[in-house]
């Protein structure tokens, strides 16, 4: 997204956090944070300067040197304090990511828990970061791993979950004895700057953890300097197979999170009330801005018989302002985002599905210019149509139908995007066929949403990701590390066998 405002004296800035200091950006280039349920202006954020983002990559080198050796306790000790005040300032949190994001109030409490989740799992690193031995590999010889930090580290986060994923990057980052530059999303990077405030105050060392913030051109920058070894990213696929392309040409260890279609199949056995109120949550909740919402529900059989129920049940969710009690999807994130969505609905319409429910001009009393849309039905989509290859990112559902689970199944793999998918059935054997055909990287079995505890780690197929390795679990221990092997042997005395010109050890 592009700045376009210059700064006012009257509302807030947002800081950039360089060398433990919340500084104001010397930048021309700033952005409005709107409240997307009212329009109103919540403070400006700025387009970080080259200089700034040198600055912060800097400061990360330096305190590297240090928090390298810091020792794994003192590291942890420094998590479990965090995942504390993250406790304590839960109500804080949910509210300010509500205000700028527009998701309800116990939805913006469950994107802090899940990041939160991640920080008590950083904790924890003292039986994560550790090496391997053998003992006697020759005569008198062992061998053994050391797991040790890269240096300065970067993230990327998207808009969708201002809490969650930047937790999901720098605790983990940061406990195995790496520093950072996180460079938030511009669209709601206030709660992810309260966060970083009580990461400080959790005693992050100053320049441990620095924030920048921008669109484009800080992107770029993050993936062009030449002192930043590791990228993680989460967001759009287009943003980041660019990031991918960029950093790893520039020699960088890069993963990168990205876009989805995600698809449920449900079975015509399946417990029909359960799965037609999983289904609805897993498309509607967030307002369908979640990379794991169903967006496609695949109807098999006789389960195609359930549109009528599937539609009526839908009207009973309530749209409105996130801060409201009892609201069940609340404002798109921005007026673009509104736009977009609305368009789509309309390609969707002149391409022949049919519109079960339609959401578009949804007004909510009180907040008559927030971004609303109402939950959208449509059955009959197929391969080819806009709102099928396209991500929508809304509250939009799309009804597919299959003759078997085979049908289904093929058409999954089909899709380009591999992020999230579910099946509801009471079959053993359907599900257990499910799970292992299907190519895509996060299962649900009767769960439509199946986001990863975080000792696992999130996943994805195809264009969805890219990297072999995840955010958190074990194996971001490994994206966070390098692998040092040591092959080590102490002579008792000075007794000489021979001089051994081979490669073998003996
Ligand atoms: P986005 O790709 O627009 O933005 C992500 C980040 O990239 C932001 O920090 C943004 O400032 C930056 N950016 C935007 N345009 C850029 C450009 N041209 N060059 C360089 N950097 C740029 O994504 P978004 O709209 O913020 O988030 C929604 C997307 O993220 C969806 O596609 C969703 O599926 C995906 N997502 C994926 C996961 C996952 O784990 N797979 C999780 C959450 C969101």
């Known amino acids: 997204m592009d700045a376009t405002t210059t700064p006012a004296t009257q509302v807030a800035t947002v800081k950039l ?94 994107d802090v828990f899940r990041g939160l989740e991640v920080v008590e799992h950083a904790a924890g690193i003292g039986n994560l970061q550790l090496g391997e031995l053998a003992n006697n590999v020759a005569n008198g010889v062992d061998t053994y791993t050391l797991l040790q930090p890269l240096g300065v580290c970067a993230g990327i986060t998207p808009f969708n979950f201002p809490a969650m994923i930047p937790l999901w990057m720098f605790p983990m980052a940061i406990v195995t004895g790496n520093t950072f530059v ?19 105050e959790a005693g992050i060392p100053p320049g441990v953890l620095n924030v920048v913030h921008g669109g484009e051109a800080v992107v770029n920058a993050i993936c062009d300097h030449q002192d930043i070894k590791a990228i993680s990213f989460v967001g759009s696929t287009k943003v980041g197979t660019h990031v991918y392309n960029r950093a790893t040409l520039a020699g960088k260890r890069v993963q990168c999170m990205m876009g989805a279609k995600n698809h449920a ?89 049919k519109l079960e429910l339609d959401g578009r001009k949804h007004s909510v009393p009180g907040y008559e210019k927030g971004n609303f849309v109402g939950p959208t039905i449509f059955s009959g989509v197929k391969p080819g149509m806009t709102i099928y290859d396209q991500e929508i990112f809304g509250p939009v559902l799309c009804l597919a139908g299959a003759d078997s689970i085979d049908e289904a199944i093929e058409m999954i793999n089909a899709n380009p995007n591999g992020n999230g998918t579910a099946i509801f059935t009471q079959s053993g054997a359907a599900a257990r066929r499910f799970q292992e055909d299907i190519d895509v990287g996060q299962v649900g079995i009767n769960v439509p949403i199946p986001v990863p505890v975080p000792m696992f780690s999130f996943t994805g197929s195809r264009a969805s990701k890219l990297g072999d390795l995840g955010p958190y679990g074990k194996q971001v221990v490994l994206f966070y590390t390098q692998t040092k092997t040591v092959t080590a042997r102490w002579f008792d005395d000075d007794t000489a066998h021979g001089l051994n010109t081979t490669i073998s050890l003996k």
């Not at 280039?29 to 349920?37: F, G, L, S, T």
Request: glycine fraction near 8%.
């Open 182 to 200: 996180l460079k938030p999303s511009e669209q709601d990077p206030m709660v992810t700057m309260r966060l970083c405030e009580l990461a400080l």
């Open 17 to 110: 956090l360089i060398g433990g200091q919340f500084v104001e950006s010397k930048t021309s280039e700033w952005r409005d944070i709107v409240n997307p349920a009212t329009q109103e202006v919540l403070a400006r954020v700025p387009f970080a300067t080259q200089a700034e983002v040198d600055a912060a990559v800097a400061s990360a080198k330096d305190a590297f040197k240090t928090w390298r050796k810091t020792a794994i306790g003192a590291r942890a000790r420094i998590f479990l304090k965090y995942q504390q005040l993250i406790r304590e300032h839960m109500g804080e949190l949910a509210a300010i990511l509500t205000a700028e994001q527009g998701k309800t109030l116990p939805d913006a409490e469950g």
């Open 265 to 353: 199949i449900v079975m015509p056995d399946a417990h029909k009330e359960q799965s037609l109120n999983a289904l609805l949550g897993a498309s509607f909740g967030a307002a369908g801005q979640r990379c794991m919402a169903v967006s496609v529900a695949v109807l098999v059989g006789d389960a195609r018989k359930w549109i009528p129920d599937l539609v009526e049940k839908s009207k009973g969710l309530k749209v409105g302002a996130g801060i409201e009690k009892g609201v069940d999807v609340g404002p798109l994130v921005s007026c673009a985002a509104h736009d977009r969505v609305t368009g789509l609905i309309d390609r969707g319409v002149a391409e022949g599905a």
